[in-house]
């Protein structure tokens, strides 16, 4: 019996509607608390991620943020008629606040999502898929930093 194949490509609609899926926002998930989205305190909110979570990168660049940027990713199935199975990883961070109007805040930001697609399911591919996001974010750039951000900053990769 061969090993099951699977490709991944970037998740349409967008990196938004895959994180707030991925939270409970849309979708069947339990809905977050109201204030899930930001803290005072960081371990506040990584304590209130999703259950599959894992911490893949941390990016400094001086000029976008004052401290280090944490990346993580987790997942959630959809359904699709692109292929029998359909897993969505949505990159995410949290942040300390860049907003003059927001002081002292940790946020969650969405940065990138994609799919992996396969005719059967798959064990988790977060290291893949997380691998995979990084790397179009860094040469591509993504809605919340063009490539020149990663270019002059410090992404260190922990998986």
Partial sequence: MGKETYRIEEYWPNEVIAFATAFGIFG???????????STDFNNLESSLPPDTIQVATFLYKEYSTKKIYFYVCSFTEKTNLAKHQEVYSLFSIMWSRESSIDSLWVLNPWYSCSVLS?????????????????????????????????????????
């Fill in 119 to 159: 005719e059967q399911p798959q064990e988790p591919l977060h290291k893949e898929a997380a691998n995979w996001m990084l790397k179009e974010m860094t040469t591509k750039g993504c809605a919340i930093a063009p490539v020149d951000v990663f270019k002059k900053g410090t992404l260190e990769i922990l998986i």
């Fill in 28 to 38: 069947e998930r339990e809905y977050p608390k109201e204030d899930f989205a930001e």
